[in-house]
């Protein structure tokens, strides 16, 4: 079951420009929304995150937009570099536990 | 800090022998996960452990997976026989009490 989508494996962008990953869920209990970036051969790391509370959440040069009707997340990237260059994890969680759901990630180019 | 250690990084098996992976996670996290990530697709959660107690396992094939948390700190996953379609990289995460994950490097294992 995908409760977690990300419809595109893969982006690529120009360094400097905004890069923009997307993300839709289906399950309306989903509460708690993160974004995970994974360089090869490392686990994910954490790197923005946004309750159901909020629509928006900003670090840095990263951006996460979340729209409860439409179960549809972003994360903006501006101005993107070229260590951004990663596969990007949205994940989803319910209040019930801890268990995350994750999509199937989506493979960001930076080009210098 | 310490990040969480996994080991080994990575095992080459042949389909019906024995494997295990081990996890020593962050000092202090009360909870502990199991993922496996089939290239191309985001973790999927295995088996989540509150200290040394089972929290979920729904998702894990009891068949041949087992997991144990045997003094609430480091963990083993082992698959018994193995198939080849066990062949991912098994990540394991930590996290303090409904708080975001902190994965391991995983362990790549190829099942031939």
């Known amino acids: 079951d995908q409760q977690v989508k990300q419809n595109s494996p893969s982006l690529s962008v120009q360094e400097g420009r905004i890069s923009i990953l997307n993300c839709d869920y289906t399950?309306?209990?989903?509460?708690?929304f993160l974004w995970y970036k994974k360089y090869p051969a490392e686990g994910p790391t954490f790197l923005i995150s946004?309750?159901?509370?909020?629509d928006k959440n900003e670090d840095g040069r990263f951006t996460v937009f979340l729209n409860k009707s439409a179960k549809h997340l972003s994360l903006h990237i501006v101005p993107s570099q070229p260590g951004d260059s990663a596969v990007y994890f949205c994940?989803?969680?319910?209040?019930?536990?801890?268990?995350?759901?994750f999509g199937a990630g989506t493979r960001l180019t930076v080009k210098p | 800090e310490a990040g969480v250690a996994q080991s080994p990084r990575y095992k080459i098996i042949e389909k019906r022998q024995s494997v295990a992976f081990w996890c020593n996670p962050i000092?202090?996290?009360?909870?502990l996960y199991w993922y496996q990530q089939i290239l191309g697709q985001g973790p999927k959660l295995l088996i989540q452990?509150?200290?040394?107690?089972?929290?979920?396992d729904s998702q894990l094939p009891k068949d041949r997976f087992s997991a144990e948390r045997l003094k609430g700190v480091d963990s083993t996953l082992k698959i018994q026989p193995a198939k080849l379609e066990d062949s991912a990289v098994y990540l394991c995460?930590?996290?303090?009490?409904?708080?975001?994950?902190?994965f391991g490097p995983g362990t790549r294992l190829t099942v031939l």
């Open positions: 995460a930590s996290s303090p009490p409904m708080n975001e994950q902190f």
């Open positions: 399950n309306s209990m989903f509460d708690y």
């Open positions: 946004i309750s159901s509370i909020k």
């Open positions: 994940a989803a969680s319910a209040p019930s536990n801890n268990d995350m759901r």
């Open positions: 000092s202090g996290h009360a909870t």
């Open positions: 452990f509150q200290n040394n107690g089972v929290v979920d």
